[in-house]
């Protein structure tokens, strides 16, 4: 038994160094390291959330969800709870990783952020906010911040993402809307959910010595921030790494999202090798987090309005985009649904056809637009009533009512009728109630007719009729 354990213990040292060194190896572009500094990096292993998987619920806030520590996708790593009052230097020393998960910053005491701020200094801190925190000032953080806050909605707010691209060689290891990346987080996914985007947090534009790795906007935080963003422990040395996270974390554990964006990322992150020595490089004097370049915005517009009413088959929409050039754009249901339509643009336009029979029948869905080109993606949502079930004759009979001929139906759901054949008393459309008996004369001498039915939707049904 004691050579077996030695066994194990070995083997699973090896296998944490092989793993270090070869995402070292790996991730060149990686924060700040330059050719040859790849020795003393690591990725996290042994993990302390605090304060604990449960995270606390504020006054006039809803809480978090519990965090996902049996979550297959994360079965790589060591996950322990910490309590606040057991956050010193010696219980941190076992850890090479922490992550504050929904916590109030300022509820941690003067003594625990100095442990806090230590252990950045050559280890990992995530910070893992939500809408049950409510905005926050990190003013005593290791590297200094504040937070917006959106509060809690549940519901889409025309949110927009915006993956910032960076010259090389620089990687964004944390977020990157190129499906063949392994850093891909689902654009349609952010914004479509009722919390990530919508409820998120977010780090100030433009704050000091971080960079952001996804910018986002929603209603309640029209003019933007970061709700993801990174720096460094000591950022002279490039040593520790410090990661912020306002996704919102309520659609953690949503199981219906598969790949859940919120797993991708902290997955992302706890796999982020971190420098626990200077990079001889540039230390003392290495640089902060590199800021992207400025891209132009760009802007996508419905050129038509999106139809209110309710609508079947395919549903033309037009988007004008500024500027235009380069620019594709997909719509698709829900954070991992199909593809409803894809477009380039043309002329200034994309014309999107989008197929509403792969949407739920009789019901308001909430496709999203996702559009972007090279430099930026952006997702927004829409609404569209769907109603692909034409209506159904309950009952139908023809016959004659003295000199004049008859036909008598009911149908499933309120519709228009018209008639078609001799005479011009039903050649206009007519509405009819839902389950109703519905008799309509017509002319003796009429032989033949054709009984046609459509529903709100435009469903038509058409039925011959003689006598």
Same mark, same amino acid.
């Given at each position: 038994m004691r050579t077996s354990r030695v066994h194990r213990c070995a083997s699973r040292t090896l296998v944490a160094v092989l793993a270090a060194t070869?995402?070292?190896?790996?991730?060149?572009? !990686?924060?700040?390291?330059?050719?040859?500094?790849?020795?003393?990096?690591?990725?996290?292993?042994?993990?302390?959330?605090?304060?604990? *998987?449960?995270?606390? @619920?504020?006054?006039?806030?809803?809480?978090?969800?519990?965090?996902?520590?049996?979550?297959?996708?994360?079965?790589?790593?060591?996950?322990?709870?910490?309590?606040?009052?057991?956050?010193?230097?010696?219980?941190?020393?076992? *850890?090479?990783?922490?992550?504050? !998960?929904?916590?109030?910053?300022?509820?941690?005491?003067?003594?625990?952020?100095?442990?806090?701020?230590?252990?950045?200094?050559?280890?990992?801190?995530?910070?893992?906010?939500?809408?049950?925190?409510?905005?926050?000032? *990190?003013?005593? /953080?290791?590297?200094? /911040?504040?937070? +917006?806050?959106?509060?809690?909605?549940?519901?889409?707010?025309?949110?927009?993402?915006?993956?910032?691209?960076?010259?090389?060689? /620089?990687?964004?290891?944390?977020?990157?809307?190129?499906?063949?990346?392994? !850093? !891909?987080?689902?654009p349609a996914q952010l914004v479509d959910d009722p919390s990530m985007i919508?409820?998120?947090?977010?780090? &100030?534009?433009?704050?000091?010595?971080?960079?952001?790795?996804?910018?986002?906007?929603?209603?309640?935080?029209?003019?933007?921030?970061?709700?993801?963003?990174?720096? *460094?422990?000591?950022?002279?040395?490039?040593?520790?790494?410090?990661?912020?996270?306002?996704?919102?974390?309520?659609?953690?554990?949503?199981?219906?999202?598969?790949?859940?964006?919120?797993?991708?990322?902290? +997955?992302?992150?706890? &796999?982020?090798?971190?420098?626990?020595?200077?990079?001889?490089?540039?230390?003392? @004097?290495?640089?902060p987090p590199p800021v992207p370049p400025e891209a132009k915005p760009i802007n996508c517009t419905f050129a038509k309005h999106v139809p209110t009413h309710w609508v079947h088959g395919r549903v033309r929409l037009v988007l004008k985009c500024s500027p235009a050039q380069g620019i594709t754009a997909f719509a698709r249901m829900g954070p991992a649904g199909r593809m409803l339509a894809s477009g380039t643009e043309k002329n200034g336009l994309i014309h999107l056809r989008v197929q509403t029979r792969l949407l739920r029948t009789n019901h308001v869905s909430r496709p999203a637009v996702v559009y972007g080109n090279s430099q930026q993606t952006k997702s927004k949502f829409f609404r569209l009533k769907v109603d692909n079930t034409p209506p159904r004759l309950l009952s139908l009979r023809t016959g004659r009512s003295g000199s004049r001929n008859r036909v008598s139906f009911r149908v499933s759901e309120k519709s228009k009728m018209r008639i078609t054949g001799r005479g011009s008393r039903y050649s206009h459309w007519v509405v009819v109630a839902r389950h109703k008996l519905n008799i309509v004369t017509l002319p003796g001498s009429v032989r033949h007719a054709r009984l046609i039915l459509r529903d709100r939707a435009g469903n038509t049904i058409t039925r011959r009729l003689a006598w």
């Open positions: 070869i995402l070292g190896a790996a991730f060149l572009g !990686y924060p700040g390291h330059s050719q040859g500094a790849g020795s003393g990096t690591q990725s996290s292993i042994n993990v302390a959330v605090v304060p604990g *998987y449960k995270a606390p @619920t504020y006054p006039g806030y809803g809480g978090v969800g519990t965090f996902p520590a049996s979550n297959p996708r994360l079965s790589g790593y060591h996950f322990s709870q910490l309590a606040l009052n057991n956050l010193t230097a010696g219980n941190l020393a076992s *850890y090479d990783t922490v992550i504050l !998960y929904g916590l109030r910053w300022s509820t941690i005491s003067a003594g625990g952020q100095a442990a806090l701020n230590a252990f950045a200094a050559t280890h990992k801190v995530l910070i893992w906010d939500s809408d049950g925190t409510g905005p926050q000032n *990190y003013s005593t /953080f290791v590297q200094p /911040f504040s937070t +917006l806050a959106s509060n809690a909605a549940g519901k889409p707010q025309n949110s927009v993402v915006t993956f910032p691209k960076f010259a090389p060689p /620089f990687v964004n290891f944390l977020a990157s809307n190129d499906p063949s990346s392994p !850093y !891909y987080l689902d919508n409820d998120m947090n977010a780090m &100030k534009n433009a704050t000091k010595n971080w960079g952001p790795m996804l910018l986002a906007q929603n209603a309640k935080i029209p003019h933007g921030g970061w709700p993801l963003a990174w720096s *460094y422990g000591v950022i002279g040395k490039h040593t520790g790494m410090t990661i912020y996270s306002g996704l919102d974390a309520d659609a953690i554990n949503n199981s219906e999202l598969n790949p859940n964006d919120d797993i991708t990322e902290l +997955l992302l992150q706890l &796999k982020a090798p971190f420098r626990t020595t200077p990079d001889t490089s540039c230390a003392p @004097t290495c640089k």
